[in-house]
């Protein structure tokens, strides 16, 4: 046990150094159109150590979660990384022992239909799917979602469409199969934002603004949205797994972080704290940090009024 926690120790010392860039602190770049309502469907909500979730060794509480972000866009129902799927728990009996023991069992995790379907929203109903990155837990229950068109970036759905094994670098190929015949990928042609190199607005009327942020796979993605409250949130996928992570910066644990590319991880980190302290008027939301996601509402049945009624 104690060699355990001195090699741990020195892993994490040995994280690599993260480069914070030069970011002029002007206000958000302002998004044209109305804003759009935005609600988060937790699937898996747990309370681990920092230590699991960044390199720093502390046992400060990690508010750790999966979920899956619904944008109510007036051309139809979007899902931002469509979690967990009905088989999720096949899924973990089928993967190597080891990551089914670091991902944890099943019964913490709620696919993510059985969410929506609590929250009164119809799986069938969604009409677009996208996703930060590809791995198991952002793409599981696209199958889930069957009316729904997916798009990725194309460095990502490029890199995904090289991978075989059952679980292959974090992506478990079956559940892109499910889409396979629904699936697109878009090129970042828009122009430069907020620090990032180029965009992709979705809709074309900047209420959901796809941008690049490379590292931790090959095509990951953060997405502005435009919120109905005036707010502008930014989901930064797994290039943090916790606000901390940016915050400090830190990498994240070095023995689960499953980074494609961790100097590029380090920049695209060294980027968002930049990015936090230019921009602090900006809600930034990296896909595991529950306290984060628990910033905007989560679905639910809209409340029935007696002047609706
Ligand atoms: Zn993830």
Same mark, same amino acid.
């Given at each position: ?13 040995c ?22 309502e ?5 699937q ?18 990690w ?26 728990a ?15 069992? *099943?019964r ?14 119809? *799986? ?65 042609? &828009?122009?430069?934002?907020d &620090?990032?190199?180029?965009?992709f607005?979705?809709?074309g ?8 942020? *490379?590292?931790?796979?090959?095509g ?45 991880? &380090?920049?695209?980190?060294g ?14 939301? *990296? ?12 679905? &639910? ?9």
């Open positions: 046990m104690r060699a355990l926690v001195v090699a741990a120790s020195v892993l994490l010392s994280a690599p150094p993260i480069r914070v860039p030069d970011l002029p602190a002007t206000g958000l770049t302002a998004l044209p159109g109305r804003g759009v935005v609600c988060v469907l937790m898996e909500r747990l309370v681990r150590s920092r230590v699991e979730g960044v390199a720093e060794w502390s046992f400060e509480p508010e750790y979660g999966i979920a899956s972000v619904v944008v109510k866009h007036p051309s139809g129902l979007v899902v931002i990384d469509p979690a967990f799927g009905r088989d999720v096949l899924d973990l009996v089928r993967a190597p022992k080891l990551f089914a023991v670091i991902m944890g069992p *099943p913490t995790k709620t696919p993510m239909h059985e969410v929506m379907s609590a929250a009164g929203l119809d *799986p069938a109903e969604v009409s677009l799917a996208l996703a930060t990155h590809v791995h198991w837990d952002h793409v599981g229950a696209l199958g889930d979602v069957p009316n729904a068109r997916v798009l990725l970036s194309r460095p990502e759905l490029e890199w995904a469409r090289g991978l075989r094994r059952y679980l292959d670098e974090g992506v478990m190929p079956h559940h892109l199969a499910r889409a396979k015949d629904r699936m697109a990928s878009f090129e970042f042609q &828009g122009p430069a934002r &620090g990032f190199p180029s965009s607005d979705v809709f009327d900047g209420a959901l603004v796809a941008v690049p942020l *490379p590292g931790h796979t090959p990951s993605t953060a997405f502005f949205v435009k919120l109905i409250d005036g707010r502008t949130a930014l989901f930064t996928g797994d290039a943090s797994w916790t606000s901390r992570g940016i915050e400090a910066p830190a990498h994240k644990n070095p023995l689960a972080r499953l980074d494609s590319d961790v100097p590029q991880t &380090g920049d695209a980190l980027f968002l704290h930049a990015l936090s302290k230019a921009r602090p008027e900006l809600l930034i939301i *990296p896909a595991h940090d529950a306290a984060a996601l628990e910033r905007l509402p989560a679905c &639910g049945p809209t409340t029935v009024t007696a002047s609706t009624r």
